[in-house]
C-alpha cells in the first residue's frame, strides 16, 4: 500500500480543512486507516482512526468534535475534516494504513505512512 497526503495548507484559527489520503493497492478495502501528527519537538501523535467499512471511528480527546474521519473505498480515498482549527492543530499530518481489523492508536501498530502534509493554524 503507497498513501499520498494532501490538502494542508495555511489556515486562521477557526477555519476549515479537510485533508485527503489516496491509496494504491488493492489492500486498501480491507485496510484500518488513521491520521496522525507532528508537531515540532514533538512526538508523532494519534488523531483518528477509522475501520475497514467506515463503520466504525475514534478520534484523539484534543480533536473530538471538531475533526471528522470518512473514508471512499470506491476511491481508495480516507479524509479528514477539520473544523474550527486552532493554533495547536498545527503539525505535519500523516495518513497510515493497518492491515488488520481493529482500529489502534499506537503508531507502531501502522503498516504502511505517507509522506505527510502540513497545517498551519495562525492566531
Known amino acids: 500500500v503507497q498513501l499520498q497526503a494532501s490538502g494542508g495548507g495555511l489556515v486562521q484559527a477557526g477555519g476549515s480543512l479537510r485533508l485527503s489520503c489516496a491509496a494504491s493497492?488493492?489492500?486498501?478495502?480491507?485496510?484500518?486507516m488513521g491520521w496522525f501528527r507532528q508537531a515540532p519537538g514533538k512526538e508523532r501523535e494519534f488523531v483518528a482512526t477509522i475501520n475497514w467499512s467506515g463503520g466504525s471511528t475514534y478520534y484523539a480527546d484534543s480533536v473530538k468534535g471538531r475533526f471528522t474521519i470518512s473514508r471512499d473505498n470506491a476511491k481508495n480515498t480516507v479524509y479528514l475534516q477539520m473544523n474550527s482549527l486552532k493554533p495547536e492543530d498545527t503539525a505535519v499530518y500523516y495518513c497510515a494504513a493497518r492491515l488488520g481489523s481493529s482500529t489502534t492508536v499506537g503508531p507502531s501498530t501502522y503498516d504502511y505512512w505517507g509522506q505527510g502534509t502540513l497545517v498551519t493554524v495562525s492566531s
Open positions: 493497492g488493492r489492500t486498501f478495502g480491507r485496510s484500518v
